[in-house]
């Protein structure tokens, strides 16, 4: 079975940094583009952050451009997203995809949640004030 599984969220003070981790098991994501989504309580869910299949190109949302910063690492079938400088806002489930990029570019592929195949269960990142 193939699965994704967030965990690292938790309860963090305003100014404050988490590390998200997204474990994928029953098939290797080596060649699939990976990101991060996430949704806030009566809000859609939006894009966050997406990385490559080989790592090479990174992107993210306005809202956290300089502020998160995703990474991976195929030998252990991971994905993380280190957060800082959290703010209330920042408040929400966040989810780990991952789908296939083929030709699209990255910025286009991204912000489509129907482009990712595989999604995990989530984890919530609550930020107080």
């Known amino acids: 079975q193939v699965q994704l599984v967030e965990s690292g969220g938790g309860l963090v003070q305003v100014g404050g940094s988490l590390r998200l981790s997204c474990a994928g098991s029953?098939?290797?994501?080596?060649?699939?583009?990976m990101a991060w989504f996430r949704q806030a309580p009566g809000k859609e869910r939006e894009f966050v952050s997406v990385?490559?299949?080989?790592?090479?190109?990174?992107h993210y949302a306005d809202s956290v451009k300089g502020r998160f910063t995703i990474s991976r690492d195929d030998a252990k079938n991971t994905m993380y997203l280190q957060l800082s400088s959290l703010k209330p806002e920042d408040t929400a489930i966040y989810y780990c995809?991952?789908?296939?990029?083929?030709?699209?570019?990255?910025?286009?592929?991204?912000?489509?949640?129907?482009?990712?195949?595989?999604w995990g269960p989530g984890t919530q990142v609550t930020v107080s004030s």
């Open positions: 995809a991952a789908g296939r990029r083929g030709n699209k570019p990255l910025r286009i592929f991204a912000p489509r949640k129907d482009n990712y195949d595989y």
């Open positions: 990385i490559t299949w080989n790592g090479d190109s990174t």
């Open positions: 029953g098939r290797s994501f080596v060649t699939y583009a």
